[in-house]
């Protein structure tokens, strides 16, 4: 199914995120755990693309094993800087005959060795590409609080134009812990007149450490209400992951009530943070 079509179904949509394993001979593991993530019914899985695309052929595999072994909607990641057209035209050949035709277009990170191929210089080059090709259902990323990269939020807001008018079919948000971060967005998005659906995204943080190394990548701000939480139960690994599951509940539910029906749960390879979201929100779910 195309993911465009499952975000206006009128539900609360949980979708959940997998990366690949840094070696082949992991894989298997892997896929055990997407095959218990399956069984929790999320709306879709993502999968997510090794920097510079070192592990493609890991993120083809588990996509092709979610829609068509698991018989849940996948949506392969796939970042375009530093490749060429003919790469990115051949992984998207061998998805598509594996029935796995939902992409999230990202640009990834800019490698730092010269010269490289200057094929998709932003995401918004490879959804262009992506959807010339038709049959693809693509979403692109955004950063509730600005791309680290970009000038100014302002900026990077102009830049999210050019991508919805390149053809992009959804946006998945950065993950943010304060949902008031969240609706300002959708309120400059709306000015903008941006009016592509967001699927908002949220990570349930269930060590101290993960705070540490969410923050370094993505710049991602904590609310003060949440470093509480961390200083408190950072050293008390049960306690910490019931609150940071807690936390994560209580953002979702807040989030549906205000009418957002789409989330994406970075849930880090952890089908038990998955389990413990989906029963607290049982019945809402219902
Ligand atoms: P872009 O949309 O190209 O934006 C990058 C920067 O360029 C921004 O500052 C933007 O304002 C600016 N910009 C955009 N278009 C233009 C333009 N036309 N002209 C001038 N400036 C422009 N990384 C991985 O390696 N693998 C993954 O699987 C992965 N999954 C992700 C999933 C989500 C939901 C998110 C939010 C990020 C993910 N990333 C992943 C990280 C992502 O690759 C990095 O954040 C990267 O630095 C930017 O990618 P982008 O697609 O947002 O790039």
Redesign the pocket.
Known sequence: MKIKEILHNGKLNLSL?V?PPKEWLKIDDTLRVVDQMALLQPSFI???????GGTKAY?KKIAGHIQNKCKVTALA?????GASRAQAEELLNALHQDSVTNI???????PTDNPYPKDF??????VRFIKQRGDFCV?????PE??????SLE??M???K??EESGVDF?????FFDNNVFYCFLNKLYQKQINTPV?A?IMPITAASQIKRVMNL?GTAVPPRFRAIVEKFGDDPAAMQQAGIAYATEQIIDLYANGVQNV?VYTMNKPQVSSALKANLSEILK
């Open positions: 995120e990366f993502s999968v997510t693309y090794g920097a510079a993120t990641h796939l970042t375009c800087v999230l277009a990202l640009r990834g990170d800019v210089l932003h995401a918004s080059d490879l979403g692109g990323a955004c950063y600005g791309h680290p990269e970009a000038p900026r990077d102009d830049m999210l050019v991508k946006f998945t948000t950065q993950m699927i995204g993505s994406h």
